[in-house]
């Protein structure tokens, strides 16, 4: 029991590190042009167990709700909204997985978090 009680606080420390953090913005090129974009999302379900790994105390996943998706040009306040996964490269996702697990990660060094994305 003790434990559960101590994964719930986790998870309540993880959402109050991420309060107020809901979008990221980035650029990548596409052809040696370059191409801003905006995710804004929401921290949804926060799973976390023990860890049976000697690296982590716990291990979980956080979903992150995908709100809006927009692409353009940052210089000529150029907007376009997006709506496929794949209308930016696998690499700017990952910067929004390492821009929140590393938020926590700071803070909270005995997690093991994968970062799972959904509309």
């Given at each position: 029991?003790?434990?559960?009680?101590?994964?719930?606080?986790?998870?309540?420390?993880?959402?109050?590190?991420?309060n107020g953090k809901n979008h990221?913005?980035?650029?990548?090129?596409?052809?040696?042009?370059?191409?801003?974009?905006?995710?804004?999302?929401?921290?949804?379900?926060?799973?976390?167990?023990?860890?049976?790994?000697?690296?982590?105390?716990?291990?979980?996943?956080?979903?992150?709700?995908?709100?809006?998706?927009?692409?353009?040009?940052?210089?000529?306040?150029?907007?376009?909204?997006?709506?496929?996964?794949?209308?930016?490269?696998?690499?700017?996702?990952?910067?929004?997985?390492?821009?929140?697990?590393?938020?926590?990660e700071k803070f909270l060094?005995?997690?093991?978090?994968?970062?799972?994305?959904?509309?």
């Open positions: 029991m003790e434990s559960q009680q101590n994964i719930n606080k986790i998870i309540n420390l993880i959402r109050k590190l991420l990221h913005e980035g650029w990548f090129s596409n052809w040696d042009d370059p191409i801003d974009y905006i995710v804004k999302y929401e921290i949804g379900e926060i799973t976390l167990k023990e860890s049976r790994s000697a690296i982590a105390k716990y291990e979980g996943r956080i979903k992150v709700i995908v709100n809006e998706l927009w692409v353009g040009n940052r210089d000529f306040d150029t907007w376009e909204r997006m709506y496929g996964w794949d209308d930016i490269p696998e690499s700017a996702w990952e910067d929004i997985r390492d821009d929140i697990t590393i938020n926590v060094p005995h997690l093991w978090l994968e970062v799972d994305f959904t509309s």
